[in-house]
Antibody, heavy 122, light 107 residues
Framework: QVQLQQSGPGLVKPSQTLSLTCAISGDSVSSNSADWNWIRQSPSRGLEWLGRTYYRSKWYNDYAVSVKGRIILNADTSNNQFSLQLKSVTPEDAAVYYC????????????WGQGTLVTVSS | DIQMTQSPSSLSASVGDRVTITCRASQSISNSLNWYQQKPGKAPKLLIYGASSLQSGVPSRFSGSGSGTDFTLTISSLQREDFATYYCQQSYSIPFTFGPGTKVDIK
């Protein structure tokens, strides 16, 4: 059974970088049949897909236009985890952030991390 | 981007009621449509995938139908544990997008 465990600070100052990590158990971040995603949820934007990282003989990333230029996703094969960095945050980036797995054969988000409530405030 | 809409945005129902939620995509997505249930403070949970396939462990009172642009989620007999918010999500193309949600609460 695949499980995801998120970690990272819940408070970020405006203009700084939000950094979250998602540790995977029961699967490999280097799997050729899974994508590793970040999704956020806020009252104003609802559920918003931010991006994915995946391995298909080499590493690929896809990002949402809304955060492109500010987002970096990385995979850490040594620790079997992946991470989100979102730069230059504003109060609009305040949300619950989720990591989620996506099987390319199944084509749905499962499992999900437990969620991290991120507040943007000085 | 493919836009997803849902109706209604909220509804009040009683235990035992039949409930239907509609999801519409801004372009055809074949059957690449998933439904999730979310309870307060929890991550969304997959109910239906591929528009009509029931995820393992999900009660059979949940069903999904549709293809192309119009989809429905039906709960045949609402149970107390079904009071939650329901989201549709298209897996047809990047960026993956979600509907705004339908909150089901107790009448």
């Amino acid at each position: 059974q695949v499980q995801l465990q998120q970690s990272g600070p819940g408070l970020v100052k405006p203009s700084q970088t939000l950094s979250l990590t998602c540790a995977i158990s029961g699967d490999s971040v280097s799997s050729n049949s899974a994508d590793w995603n970040w999704i956020r949820q806020s009252p104003s934007r609802g559920l918003e897909w931010l991006g994915r990282t995946y391995y298909r003989s080499k590493w690929y990333n896809d990002y949402a236009v809304s955060v492109k230029g500010r987002i970096i996703l990385n995979a850490d094969t040594s620790n079997n985890q992946f991470s989100l960095q979102l730069k230059s945050v504003t109060p609009e980036d305040a949300a619950v952030y989720y990591c989620a797995g996506y099987s390319t054969s199944a084509r749905w988000f499962d499992p999900w991390g437990q969620g991290t409530l991120v507040t943007v405030s000085s | 981007d493919i836009q997803m809409t849902q109706s209604p945005s909220s509804l009040s129902a009683s235990v035992g009621d039949r409930v239907t939620i509609t999801c519409r995509a801004s372009q055809s997505i074949s059957n690449s449509l998933n439904w999730y249930q979310q309870k307060p403070g929890k991550a969304p949970k997959l109910l239906i995938y591929g528009a009509s396939s029931l995820q393992s462990g999900v009660p059979s009172r949940f069903s999904g139908s549709g293809s192309g642009t119009d989809f429905t989620l039906t709960i045949s007999s609402l149970q107390r544990e079904d009071f939650a918010t329901y989201y549709c999500q298209q897996s047809y193309s990047i960026p993956f997008t979600f509907g705004p949600g339908t909150k089901v609460d107790i009448k």
